[in-house]
């Protein structure tokens, strides 16, 4: 059973900053593209960032300011998202997801599953 849990989100000051992780489980990680996807309160989801299977190919969603980190630990099975300077815009629930390549930023991302996510609030 494919699982994927993340963590890390919390409530922070504009200009804040935060690490979030996404645990995974189930599915042979080595061979998947990976993403963050993200979705502010009474709108639909937005990509966030994306990486290829060994690292070394990263992608950005346009909602993000250049401010964000996509990383992975092939070893621990882990994604990571560096974020700082984080501003208001940037609440929203944060979700991990897997692919077999580079997903269609044409499209938007699947909403996050019922529990899925972690909530990143900034706030002064």
């Known amino acids: 059973q494919v699982q994927l849990v993340e963590s890390g989100g919390g409530l922070v000051q504009p200009g804040g900053s935060l690490r979030l992780s996404c645990a995974t489980s189930?599915?042979?990680?080595?061979?998947?593209?990976l993403s963050w996807a993200r979705q502010p309160p009474g709108k639909g989801p937005e990509w966030v960032a994306f990486?290829?299977?060994?690292?070394?190919?990263?992608r950005y969603g346009a909602s993000v300011r250049g401010q964000f980190t996509i990383s992975r630990d092939n070893a621990k099975k882990m994604l990571y998202l560096e974020m700082t300077n984080l501003m208001p815009e940037d609440t929203a629930l944060y979700y991990c997801?897997?692919?077999?390549?580079?997903?269609?930023?044409?499209?938007?991302?699947?909403?996050?599953?019922r529990g899925q996510g972690t909530q990143v609030s900034i706030s002064a």
């Open positions: 990486i290829n299977t060994v690292g070394t190919q990263t």
């Open positions: 997801d897997w692919h077999l390549g580079w997903p269609d930023v044409g499209k938007p991302p699947r909403p996050p599953r």
């Open positions: 189930g599915f042979t990680f080595n061979n998947f593209y």
